[in-house]
């Protein structure tokens, strides 16, 4: 199998060199969690079940992004999406402890600097604020295109 | 012993003028970052590069372009002197540094293959060669777009990625790589990495300005080249959005690689767009390519058209040796 890097909330991912590191949400492990469980299920399935209760759009939303992530394979049925795991439990495992490994080989004596240009690099909470602001204005900018 | 007393002396040199350096380096570089503010990106990226590499490579240049043509020219071959415990001392500060500069690049290097391979065994060919540069699609689960390489340079694209973005938000982010390939950006990223000194970490500062300021670069040279701001800008949020977004913590609680808030590389160039997206600023197309990187090769010509010119320069410079030794 192709070397493949997984998400995850590691101890230090708050430190210098996490940026490297993508890891996951507690809701989004939460789902992933699920969905191994029951090895498939669709938003509507896991909004009834789901403790605690969540907005129906969080959880589409979520599941949506573990698609986008790669970490789940989704079938349309109806008008309704079916996620199934897109990864096993072992293979998640596998990757998260390679990832480790990768990070402290990596990481361990300096900040991460690499030889090669990312396109994003880190986002903290406040880009994320920032990348709003963005959005409404390429929105903004998008619809008076079409209009002119 | 002549070649012991030849090494030991070049290596030396090397560490006493490569630590002088950037002790002036260290004591400017903030004023410096400050006054960079107020210029263009592209200037700002190579004037810090510069300024960063300037203790190594003036350590280097006076070590191989003064001190040993001096002691090759004017030191006898059958010499008896040997190196003082200082002398001794300094060599092995400068062989320190060489090695372990030779060391960060060599495992630098060596990290990048094994990533490249790694990246490569699920690769998938996107699209057609730019610029000569192969675009692959890797199955990776991370929002990835990078690009590696320094002589043979390869664009790469995760799966997410390719899979939320547009044709023309792609084009966009592949433009802005391919930016950074334009500037040289990795070989540049090696050569900071290499000369990274331990006891001097905020010489660091320089290396976070060149990495914004490059940043910003090539998101303008991408806009030179025809990618419109409003792709950039989309393809931005997108990717932004499928990464980590990381909680702001108490600054003594933790130490940031990229601090959070206005210190941000990210933010900088989200308001960067935004002020270009709403204010309708165009990136000037004449803008000049700074000479500023021909600086280092004007200087390596001027010390040797000074040494040429001067022959009697060596003689002092070996007189100097002399006392050091």
């Known amino acids: 199998m192709a070397a493949m890097r997984f998400p995850i909330r590691l101890p230090w991912s708050e430190r210098a060199g996490a940026s490297k590191l993508q890891h996951l949400g507690e809701l989004e492990l939460a789902l992933l969690e699920r969905v191994w469980k029951s090895g498939e299920a669709s938003v509507r399935d896991i909004y ?21 992530k790669g970490l789940l394979k989704r079938r349309l049925q109806g008008r309704a999406f079916y996620y199934s795991p897109a990864v096993s439990r072992s293979e998640f495992s596998e990757g998260v402890a390679r990832q480790v490994v990768d990070f402290m080989l990596e990481f361990g004596e300096h900040p991460p600097t690499g030889i090669f240009s990312c ?22 900018k998008r619809r008076n295109q079409q209009a002119g | 012993m002549y070649y012991v007393l030849c090494v030991s002396l070049c290596a030396a040199v090397v560490a006493l003028v490569g630590t002088a350096c950037s002790v002036v380096v260290l004591a400017l570089s903030p004023l410096l970052t400050r006054l960079l503010r107020f210029y263009p990106a592209r200037l700002r990226a190579q004037a810090a590069f510069l300024v960063r590499v300037l203790p190594a490579s003036t350590g280097l240049l006076v070590s191989l372009g003064i001190v040993l043509p001096a002691f090759v020219l004017h030191e006898p071959a059958h010499t008896n002197e040997r190196p003082d415990f200082l002398l001794m001392a300094l060599a092995g500060l400068g062989l320190s540094l060489m090695l372990a500069s030779a060391y960060r690049a060599i495992r630098a290097w060596v990290r990048l293959d094994r990533l490249k391979r790694q990246w490569m065994s699920s690769a998938r060919k996107l699209t057609p060669d730019q610029k000569g540069i192969e675009i692959f699609e890797v199955a990776d689960p991370s929002a990835l777009i990078v690009v590696t390489g320094i002589l043979k340079p390869t664009v790469f694209l995760s799966r997410p990625v390719v899979s939320c973005l547009t044709p023309s938000e ?13 500037a040289g950006d990795n070989l540049k990223q090696l050569l900071l990495q290499a000369t990274r000194l331990p006891l001097l970490d905020r010489l660091a500062g320089l290396d976070r300005e060149w990495r914004l300021a490059s940043e910003l670069a090539a998101d303008e040279s991408a806009m030179r080249s025809g990618t419109p701001v409003v792709e950039l800008a989309s393809a931005l949020i997108k990717v932004a959005r499928l990464r980590v977004v990381r909680p702001l913590l108490p600054e003594s609680a933790v130490s940031y690689f990229l601090p959070p808030g206005k210190d941000s590389m990210l933010s900088t160039r989200v308001e960067h767009l935004k002020r270009l997206l709403e204010k309708g600023d165009k990136v000037d197309p004449a803008a000049p390519v700074a000479p500023i990187h021909l600086l280092g090769v004007a200087l390596i010509v001027a010390v040797f058209s000074v040494l040429i010119t001067h022959p009697n320069l060596l003689l002092l410079t070996h007189t100097l040796l002399e006392k050091l030794v």
């Open chain 2, 170 to 182: 792609s084009s966009a982010a592949i433009a802005h790589e391919l930016a950074h390939v334009s």
């Open chain 1, 48 to 68: 009834h079940d789901h403790t605690p209760h969540l907005a129906y759009t969080t959880l589409m939303t979520t599941l949506d992004r573990l698609y986008k």
């Open chain 1, 119 to 140: 396109f994003v690099d880190a986002v903290t909470e406040n880009d994320s604020r920032l990348l709003d602001e963005l959005e409404r204005v390429v929105k903004s």
